[in-house]
């Protein structure tokens, strides 16, 4: 079994930058690519950002490119979204999510295991 875990979230003031942090534990063998997704009440769950198995490779969504950026660290076996200039529009629940692939993918369809989420709460 294998278990993502994210922190970080919280309440945040417009302008802030936010750290979010994913540890995978468990069977992490389970686990290379990684994404984050965030999900807002009454809507479906969208991709922000995912990170290959060895962090060579990154994609980031459109909508967020030159405010969020992904890492890892696989000695920890941890996974990070910065974010940059916090929106309200930015107020989501963000979920750490992993799939057994060297690269990740922007469909949550092809994910196996995610984390609980952290909420981040983003005031004007």
């Known amino acids: 079994q294998v278990t993502l875990v994210e922190s970080g979230g919280g309440l945040m003031q417009a302008g802030d930058s936010l750290r979010l942090s994913c540890v995978v534990s468990g069977r992490t063998e389970y686990v290379a690519a990684m994404a984050w997704f965030r999900q807002s009440e009454g809507k479906e769950r969208e991709f922000v950002s995912g990170?290959?198995?060895?962090?060579?490779?990154?994609d980031v969504a459109e909508s967020v490119k030159v405010r969020f950026f992904v890492s890892r660290n696989n000695a920890k076996n941890e996974a990070y979204l910065e974010v940059d200039i916090l929106r309200h529009e930015d107020t989501d629940v963000y979920y750490c999510e992993g799939l057994a692939r060297r690269s990740a993918a922007r469909s949550e369809e092809d994910y196996a295991t995610w984390g609980k989420g952290t909420r981040d709460t983003v005031s004007s």
């Open positions: 990170i290959s198995y060895n962090g060579g490779y990154t």
